[in-house]
């Protein structure tokens, strides 16, 4: 490279490029420094996600192999008529058909009092205060730790008391309906955040919210100027059933609210039958299933079949069927979430650790040999043929139609062979991956277990790594802090030189001038 030595130093700029130009070729041993240390990141990185597509595959293959849930044995639910009862099934249930009929829908236990003209006054002859008690339904957590049932919901009845001040009478009906109506909410809500001492052992008992039956007050205009006091359950059943206890001045007998009989013309009483007991209480929705009635608070009933929860829409005589049957979808859902994570692995893998059969590049972890070997372990996993299954004609991940295409990314490739497999006995699938031995699916989680839990293979790689980059990073404090001082070392000869060339430049320029007056 040639420089005019006239021009060179004649600024600053031109000693901070030739300082540049020095610095850029002592800076090589930093660069490669700095290069593997950005390698050696990016291979962590590499690392972090494939610890998440591992974990994520460990944790499709404890689900797989979850002793509590049985996934294989997925259930599904029909209704011959939706439009009347709809059906779900969790695992437990057992396939097979029921019939079913509706004879009455549960309902809220309804109460109202009579009909009052609103410009009336009649209510001024109770001139105190007046407190009665309404009495509903209640669960509690039982929080004795001594107690064979600590932790359980107990059922109770609970008394609330609501008080109706004196001064509220003295005003026209309309408006002593409606302070009734305000104070019974008011006492509902109360209810709600005050802790009881149910079961009388000196400790308060914790509610667990809204599982008071909460009794809604409301006045209703029937006609112009005549109005009802109307009190309601928030619950269905014969359980969350209101009962009361009067005031002094028989307050709720001057509302007829409380009535035995079932309110009839301007009378008050009970909407509904409320009865004496679960079974002729015309609250509980009355079923029958298989020929065999029942008697529920809720139209939700999941305790009538084993596993199978109903939600009745509307009753009906004729006898409609419930169809319990394999979930075939449901499973084969399950199934392909874990083939598909399985299959991003694997895929990852061989991008990352194995040698590119086109390019012949590298990937980031092909030079250590326990990624590398991940990767074919993984295959062999679901080539497996399971020892420890009660089929003699189920035995690997083919005979459920279950097969890699030819990038090697896992399918259930033949759905009818599946079908037919998990149809005749839910155990032909779920042995294949959950057999304690070699089932392929806790082969898979035995193996990327090691790779992802704390202090695994993953994090002592990644580990090793910071230990490297927290060296070469010292080497590259240590590099900057030599090329700065050598910048600066430059930089004072090449202003040195700048002064020398200045003074020889006006010495040039004086001879010049001084040659021209001969």
Not at 341 to 356: K, P, T, W
Not at 375 to 382: G, Y
Not at 411 to 440: P, Q, R, W, Y
Request: glycine share 4%.
């Amino acid at each position: 490279m040639a420089f005019d030595i006239g021009s060179i130093y004649d600024s600053r700029n031109s000693i901070d490029f030739l300082v540049n130009q020095y610095i850029k070729l002592e800076s090589r041993p930093k660069d490669n420094i700095v290069e593997r240390r950005d390698m050696l990141n990016k291979r962590r990185q590499t690392l972090t996600t494939l610890d998440s597509k591992l974990s994520a595959l460990n944790t499709q293959a404890e689900r797989m192999t979850d002793e509590i849930t049985d996934h294989f044995s997925m259930k599904k639910a029909n209704s011959s008529d939706e439009e009347l009862v709809l059906a779900s099934a969790s695992f437990s249930a057992t396939s097979g058909t029921h019939s079913l009929s509706v004879e009455r829908l549960a309902s809220a236990d309804t109460r109202v009092s009579q009909q009052f003209s609103n410009s009336n006054s009649s209510f001024t002859d109770i001139t105190s205060d007046q407190t009665f008690t309404l009495t509903v339904g209640s669960y509690y957590k039982d929080n004795d730790s001594d107690s064979s049932t600590y932790g359980d919901s107990i059922y109770q009845r609970v008394n609330i008391d609501v008080t109706i001040e004196a001064s509220v009478f003295s005003q026209t009906n309309d408006d002593v309906l409606a302070d009734i109506a305000i104070a019974i909410n008011d006492a509902m809500g109360e209810a709600l955040t005050t802790s009881v001492d149910y079961d009388g052992d000196g400790d308060d008992d914790e509610y667990i919210l809204n599982n008071i039956d909460i009794v809604n007050a409301d006045v209703v205009e029937e006609q112009d100027g005549v109005s009802r006091l109307i009190l309601k359950s928030s619950s269905s059943g014969y359980s969350y059933r209101m009962d009361f206890s009067d005031s002094a001045n028989n307050l709720l007998t001057a509302l007829d609210v409380n009535s035995s009989s079932q309110s009839s013309g301007t009378s008050g009483g009970y909407i509904t039958s409320v009865g004496s007991n679960l079974n002729d209480s015309e609250l509980n929705s009355k079923f029958e299933i298989n020929g065999l009635t029942f008697y529920r608070d809720t139209n939700n009933v999941t305790d009538a079949l084993n596993g199978v929860s109903l939600t009745f829409l509307n009753s009906f005589t004729d006898t409609e069927t419930i169809t319990v049957a394999p979930d075939v979808e449901g499973v084969k859902l399950e199934i392909q979430n874990f083939l598909d994570v399985y299959n991003e692995s694997i895929s990852y893998l061989r991008e990352n650790a194995e040698l590119d059969p086109i390019s012949k590049t590298k990937g980031m972890l092909a030079d250590d040999s326990l990624y590398r070997q991940l990767s074919s372990e993984l295959r062999f996993k679901l080539s497996t043929i399971v020892t420890d299954v009660s089929s003699v004609t189920y035995d690997r991940l083919y005979d459920l139609g279950i097969e890699p295409d030819i990038s090697g990314n896992y399918s259930i490739a033949d759905s009818s062979k599946f079908t037919l497999a998990l149809e005749s006995n839910s155990d032909n699938v779920a042995e294949i991956f959950n057999a304690e031995e070699k089932g392929v699916a806790r082969l898979v989680n035995e193996l990327v277990e090691t790779f992802v839990k704390v202090g695994g293979t993953i994090d002592s790689s990644k580990d090793t790594i910071d230990s490297s980059v927290v060296q070469l990073n010292q080497r590259i404090s240590y590099w900057d802090e030599v090329l700065d001082n050598r910048a600066n070392q430059l930089r004072d000869e090449f202003s040195r030189i700048q002064t020398l060339m200045d003074q020889l430049s006006r010495q040039q320029t004086f001879m010049a001038n001084i040659r021209s007056k001969f």
